[in-house]
C-alpha cells in the first residue's frame, strides 16, 4: 500500500489474450469484479507473434472502456516481458478442441507450451504468484507448468473446475426451480474431463427459506447419480456441438470465480472445487492436479477433509484418477523427449 492509502498496482498475466476467452475475462477483471474496486491493475497480455495485430487492437478497446482501475497494459510475445514480477498469472492460450475430440487429444501440442512458459514463469514471477491454469487439458497442462516451475510453493499452483462446479450448481438448481446461489458444497473430483465426478451428496440447498440436502430436495436419485453426472460431464461437449466453438463466457467467468474466492476466501461453511496439487487426500496419488473441495481463508486454501465416501464414489474417483496418471505419463514423455 502507498502512504497516500491507494494500493499499489498488482501484475496480472493473461496467456492467450487474444483469444474469445481473454476477450470476456479482460473485462470482468478489469472492471474490480475480482480483486477489487480499490485494486489498481497493469495487465501484462501475452499471445503468439502473428496475434500482436489483434492484441493492439485489444489495447484501443481497453482504452477506450476508462477503467479507472487500469493503470498499464503490457502486449507482448516474449514470455520473460509477460511473466516478469507478475502477482497472478492466468494461462489461458493453448489451442482448444473441435468437435469430436476429446482433451486430452491437445496434450501433445499443448504439454510443449506448458513446459516453456514454466521455465519462463520460473525465472521471472513473484514467488507469490497464484496461477490458474485453463488451457486443455488443464490438470495435465498444470501439473507441467508445476514441475518446471519448482521454486514456486506447490500450493501457488491450480487448474479451472470452476466451470464444472458453477455447471453441476445450475444444473441442480434449473431442476428445483430456484437461484444457483441457493446451491452450495457441490464438489468436481478429479480431471477436467468427461471422466470428472460432478458429486452432490454433500450438497444443500434452499427452497423457501429451508436449507435441505440436495438428494432429499430432487427426490431422484436414478438422476443424479444417472444423467445429472453425464451432463456436467459432457457439457462442454455439447457447447462445442452447438456454438461450433467452445465455451468462452463461462469459462472467463469461472475464472473470475476462482480467482476471487482464492483472493478474499470463501463464505462460511461453504466451499467451491479447484484442481490442486493433491496432498494424497482422499487416496489420490500425491502430486497429481486434482480438483477437491476447498475452503479458502487468507489467501490460502485448504482441501476439505472427511467427506463420505461409498463405493459408487470411490469407483469414479478412482476412474477419473486413473485418467489424470495416464495423462501424465504421456505429457512427461512428451516434454522430456525435446
Ligand atoms: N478449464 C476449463 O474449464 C476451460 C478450458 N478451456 C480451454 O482454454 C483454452 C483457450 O480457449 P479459447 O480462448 O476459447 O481459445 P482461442 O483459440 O480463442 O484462444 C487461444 C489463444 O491462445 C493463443 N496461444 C496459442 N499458443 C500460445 C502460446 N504459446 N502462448 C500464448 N498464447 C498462445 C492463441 O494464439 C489464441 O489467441 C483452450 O485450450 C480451451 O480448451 C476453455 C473453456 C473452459
Ligand atoms: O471442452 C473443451 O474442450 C473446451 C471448453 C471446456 O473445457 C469446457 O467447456 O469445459
Redesign the pocket.
Known sequence: MAESGVKDPIRVVITGAAGQIAYSLIHQISSGDVFGKDQPIILHLLDITPMMGVLSGLVMEINDCSFPLIKDVVTTDSEQTAFTDVDVALFVGAM??KEG???KD?LTANVKIFKSQGLALEKFAKKTVKIIV?G?P?NTNCFILAHYAQSIPRENFSC?TR??HN?AKAQIASRLKVSPDAVKNVTIWGN?SSTQFPDVRSAKVTVNGVETAVFEAVKDDAWLKGDFVSTVQK???A??AARKL???M??AKAICDHMRDWWNGTKDNEWVSMGVISDGSYGVEKGLVFSYPVQIKNGSYSVVQGLAMDDWAQDLIEKTQKELVEEKNDAVKATSSE
Open positions: 482448444p478442441r475430440m476429446e482433451r491437445l485453463v486443455n488443464a479451472l466451470l464444472d455447471r477436467h457439457r462442454g461437449a457447447v462445442i467452445s465455451s468462452a463461462s469459462a
